[in-house]
């Protein structure tokens, strides 16, 4: 619910609470606080990369919300929350960072000055869809 009102507010101030309230959630295993997680970054790229620096705990939030959010396409994810249909994975190695791209079209601009992050990002989920 936290995650919902911060995306809700969607400022500056909603992405350092959000981050905050994340690292005391450390070792949860709600999963709901990486796809809110994620959602506030394509919301806030800029903001988002700046409060979480090289925090790989925070990273690793962002990499699973992007895999969970994105893994099917958005239709498919209905049918699985109606549970009725056949669903097919979206996301795969061939097409991970075009998704990635294209749902964050900012990080471009923003690639220059968040390089390390961004490439910590793409790789870590290039690994998780190989596994």
Request: aromatic share 14%; proline share 3%; charged share 30%.
């Amino acid at each position: 619910m936290f995650g919902e009102i911060c995306l809700k507010k969607n400022d500056k101030k909603s992405v350092y609470e959000y981050v905050d309230y994340l690292k005391r959630q450390r070792g949860s295993a709600e999963e709901e606080l990486s796809f809110v997680f994620e959602r506030l970054f394509q919301r806030q790229p800029k903001t988002v990369l700046l409060e979480v620096g090289d925090d790989k705990y925070l990273l690793d939030h962002l990499t699973w919300g992007f895999l969970n959010n994105h893994y099917y396409s958005p239709k498919d994810s209905e049918r699985i929350k109606k549970k009725s249909g056949s669903v097919a994975q979206q996301l795969n190695r061939n097409n991970y960072k075009k998704i990635f791209f294209e749902q964050n079209p900012q990080i471009k601009e923003l690639y220059p000055g968040h390089k390390k992050q961004i490439d910590y990002l793409l790789h870590s989920i290039y690994l998780e869809l190989n596994a």
